[in-house]
Antibody, heavy 119, light 107 residues
Framework: EVKLVESGGGLVQPGGSLRLSCAASGFTFSGFWMSWVRQGPGKGLEFVAN????????YYVDSVKGRFTISRDNAENSLYLQMNSLRAEDTAVYYC????????????WGQGTLVTVSS | DIQMTQSPSSLSASVGDRVTITCRAS??????LNWYQQKPGKAPKLLIYATSSLQSGVPSRFSGSGSGTDFTLTISSLQPEDFATYYCQESYSTPRTFGQGTKLEIK
C-alpha cells in the first residue's frame, strides 16, 4: 500500500523558514517523480514544485521560485520542501504527491500538513 | 502558463442523476488531462488520468472524454459518496495547473 506522510508544518512568522518532510513507503520511491501541491484555506489546488527521480530536474511555480527548494533522499525514501522568506499567502495545507512527471498524474497523495504564516 | 477553467463552479444534483463537469484549457493539451475528487478535510484522490483512463479502484460510473482544449468528467448515476469537489488538472506543461474546482452538492 502506497503511503505518504507529511510533517513539519506549523505556525511561522512572515519572513521565517520551515522545512516540510514527506516519508514514503509502499512503492519504489526512487522510481518516481515527486511533487508538492498546496491548498490555501477555502481555495483550490496549486502545484508548488516537483523533482525528478534522481533529483536532476526540479520545477517550481513562479510564486515560490527563489524562496522554496524541493529535494529528496532516495536512500531514506523522503521528500523535502525547504521554505524560506515565507509570506502570508503561503498559508496552506501542503500535500506530498507521488508523480508529477511531464504528461503524468498525481497518483497518490499524503494527508497534508498545515503551514500558517502569521505574526 | 496554461489556464484551466471548469464549469459549473457548483452543481446540485440528486442520487441517481447523470452529471457532467466540463474543463477547458487555454491552449491545446492533447489528452494530458486528469481528474481528482476531494472530500472535505481529505486529500485529493485521482479518479481519471490521460483524459479517459480510470485509476485502479475507481468505480466505472466515472468516465472522462475530450481532447485538445475541451474535456468532460461524467458520473453516470450519482451515489451518496460522490458528493465532493472535483478538480481537473493538465499535465502538458509546468506548472501543472488545476481548474478552480466544481462542488457537487446534494439537491
Amino acid at each position: 500500500e502506497v503511503k505518504l506522510v507529511e510533517s513539519g508544518g506549523g505556525l511561522v512568522q512572515p519572513g521565517g523558514s520551515l522545512r516540510l518532510s514527506c516519508a514514503a513507503s509502499g512503492f519504489t520511491f526512487s522510481g518516481f517523480w515527486m511533487s508538492w501541491v498546496r491548498q490555501g484555506p477555502g481555495k483550490g489546488l496549486e502545484f508548488v514544485a516537483n523533482i525528478k527521480q534522481d533529483g536532476s530536474e526540479k520545477y517550481y511555480v513562479d510564486s515560490v521560485k527563489g524562496r522554496f527548494t524541493i529535494s529528496r533522499d532516495n536512500a531514506e525514501n523522503s521528500l523535502y520542501l525547504q521554505m524560506n522568506s515565507l509570506r502570508a499567502e503561503d498559508t496552506a495545507v501542503y500535500y506530498c504527491a507521488m508523480g508529477g512527471a511531464s504528461h503524468g498524474q498525481f497518483a497518490y497523495w499524503g494527508q497534508g500538513t498545515l503551514v500558517t504564516v502569521s505574526s | 502558463d496554461i489556464q484551466m477553467t471548469q464549469s459549473p463552479s457548483s452543481l446540485s444534483a440528486s442520487v441517481g442523476d447523470r452529471v457532467t463537469i466540463t474543463c477547458r484549457a487555454s491552449q491545446s493539451i492533447s489528452r494530458y488531462l486528469n481528474w481528482y475528487q476531494q472530500k472535505p478535510g481529505k486529500a485529493p484522490k485521482l479518479l481519471i488520468y490521460a483524459t479517459s483512463s480510470l485509476q485502479s479502484g475507481v468505480p466505472s460510473r466515472f468516465s472522462g472524454s475530450g481532447s485538445g482544449t475541451d474535456f468532460t468528467l461524467t458520473i453516470s448515476s450519482l451515489q451518496p459518496e460522490d458528493f465532493a469537489t472535483y478538480y481537473c488538472q493538465e499535465s502538458y506543461s509546468t506548472p501543472r495547473t488545476f481548474g478552480q474546482g466544481t462542488k457537487l452538492e446534494i439537491k
